[in-house]
């Protein structure tokens, strides 16, 4: 069972930027695609973003985040990364980091249901 953990989120004012990171335990961590989603406060968890396993380049972003947000990976360290710009007060929530528990998939996607493994979030607040 792989464990993920997040860090980076905080307090930020309309207009900055904060990088979220995902460490990964486990040795096959290259072979997944990762997802960001967010849960804001009496809302269903929704899809940020994702990236496929690294045998391409592939990444699906939610519109709302298109042009403002950028996911990446850096297997070396088993992490992925969300850099978060222009944020703003909508983009308050708590972000949770994902792996999809398909091997290997031909399919980006943001469904939900595909990602079964999660990390424990971590709280993003935009202040106006």
């Known amino acids: 069972q792989v464990q993920l953990v997040e860090s980076g989120g905080g307090l930020v004012q309309l207009g900055g930027s904060l990088r979220l990171s995902c460490a990964a335990s486990?040795?096959?961590?290259?072979?997944?695609?990762m997802a960001w989603f967010r849960q804001a406060p009496g809302k269903e968890r929704e899809f940020v973003a994702a990236?496929?396993?690294?045998?391409?380049?592939?990444?699906n972003y939610a519109d709302s985040v298109k042009g403002r947000f950028t996911i990446s990976r850096d297997n070396a360290k088993n992490t992925v990364y969300l850099q978060m710009n222009s944020l703003k007060p909508e983009d308050t929530a708590v972000y949770y980091c994902?792996?999809?528990?398909?091997?290997?998939?031909?399919?980006?996607?943001?469904?939900?249901?595909?990602?079964?493994?999660w990390g424990q979030g971590t709280q993003v607040t935009v202040s106006s």
């Open positions: 486990g040795r096959t961590f290259s072979n997944y695609a």
């Open positions: 990236i496929s396993w690294s045998g391409d380049s592939r990444t």
């Open positions: 994902a792996r999809d528990g398909r091997f290997r998939p031909g399919i980006l996607t943001g469904t939900r249901v595909v990602y079964d493994s």
